[in-house]
């Protein structure tokens, strides 16, 4: 089983809600992460979290806002979405920022999201 | 160019048969770190195996090992004695030092697919 745990699972929304994903892990680690995976591609990283600070933000649209309310959670707040953002959202902790080659992901599940 | 290249977009292996996925990777940092990813179709990518650039033996963790062959800049994943519970997509993974250009993140190949045949 994995330590990294995303709720919900699967979610289904409307261009017009608002709905949040949340990620939790209780490894101790000072790095979380968000990816996007549409079907059949690798993982695109979206935000990481470094002590609980947004380090890097790879040009994600405004539609999509993370939190990180302490070092165990992770949220993506969602609004406005559009139907090509409708993919598996992947959470991911590692002990420490990714300074060091050595450093591994421990992936969640993810929430597979549709948008209608 | 590609960092991470994978060539085999799917694969087919009979059970207890051994297996072996390609991964190449460019990069002129002399250090970096490849890593394989095992994702099944419940989504979760789990964690494989690793390999530094430093490291002088090739790692092996279990029924997996990892060919790595540094002058070629090939990391290939050798999966041995095969099981059903193996089809899965697999991604090479790479993460280059922080600076000159990069920010340490993990950059994945395209993935393999691979079914594993009673």
């Known amino acids: 089983d994995t330590e990294v745990t995303q709720t919900p699972k699967h979610l289904v929304m409307g261009m017009t809600n608002k709905k949040s994903l949340k990620c939790e892990q209780h490894?101790?680690?000072?790095?979380m992460y968000w990816y996007k995976q549409k079907a059949k591609k690798p993982p695109e990283l979206m935000f990481v979290y470094s002590y609980e600070k947004l380090s890097i933000n790879e040009s994600v649209p405004s539609r999509f806002s993370p939190e990180c309310p302490n070092s165990s959670l992770l949220n993506l707040h969602l609004h406005a979405l559009q139907p090509e953002d409708s993919a598996l959202y992947l959470c991911a902790s590692s002990q420490v920022p990714g300074d060091s080659i050595y450093e591994k992901l421990f992936f969640g599940s993810g929430t597979q999201l549709s948008v209608l | 160019a590609q960092k991470i290249t994978q060539t085999q977009p799917g694969m087919f292996v009979q059970e207890k048969e051994a297996v072996t996925l390609d991964c190449t990777y460019d990069?002129?940092?002399?250090?970096?770190?490849l890593f394989w990813y095992k994702q099944p179709s419940s989504g979760e990518m789990i964690f494989l195996i690793y390999?530094?650039?430093?490291?002088?033996q090739n790692a092996t963790e279990g029924r997996y090992s990892l060919n790595f062959q540094k002058a070629r800049k090939s990391a290939n994943l050798v999966i041995s004695a095969s099981q059903l519970g193996d089809s899965a997509m697999y991604f090479c993974a790479m993460r280059e030092e922080v600076g000159s250009g990069s920010q340490g993140n993990l950059i994945f190949g395209k993935g393999t697919k691979l079914s594993v045949k009673p």
């Open positions: 490894m101790g680690h000072r790095a």
């Open positions: 390999q530094g650039s430093y490291d002088q």
């Open positions: 990069t002129s940092d002399p250090s970096y770190g």
